[in-house]
């Protein structure tokens, strides 16, 4: 059974940092590319960033390129998004999952950056 749990969300000032946590299970990960999404209020999920199987490679969206760092330990079957100089506009509800995605999402976790 496929389980995605996205941790490390919380509210925090315009400018500041967090670092965001997804633990899966349930699928080969160490084999897998995994990405980050992200949901603001009333708008379509998007996509944020991927880092492929061993983390040698990397793709961010435009919007957060610079800004934030995908990282990934596959002994712990675990995946990270580093955000930095965070933006009001960076406000949603963040996921992980595969790249290409599955259907199945977990919770997400909720970030939120105050101006």
């Known amino acids: 059974q496929v389980q995605l749990v996205e941790s490390g969300g919380g509210l925090v000032q315009a400018g500041g940092s967090l670092r965001l946590s997804c633990a899966a299970s349930g699928l080969t990960f160490s084999g897998l590319s995994m990405g980050w999404f992200r949901q603001a209020p009333g708008k379509e999920r998007r996509f944020v960033g991927s880092i492929n199987w061993n983390g040698g490679n990397t793709y961010y969206a435009d919007s957060v390129k610079g800004r934030f760092t995908i990282s990934r330990d596959n002994a712990k079957n675990m995946v990270y998004l580093q955000m930095n100089s965070l933006k009001p506009e960076d406000t949603a509800v963040y996921y992980c999952?595969?790249?290409?995605?599955?259907?199945?999402w977990g919770q997400g976790t909720q970030v939120t950056v105050s101006s």
């Open positions: 999952n595969t790249v290409p995605s599955m259907n199945y």
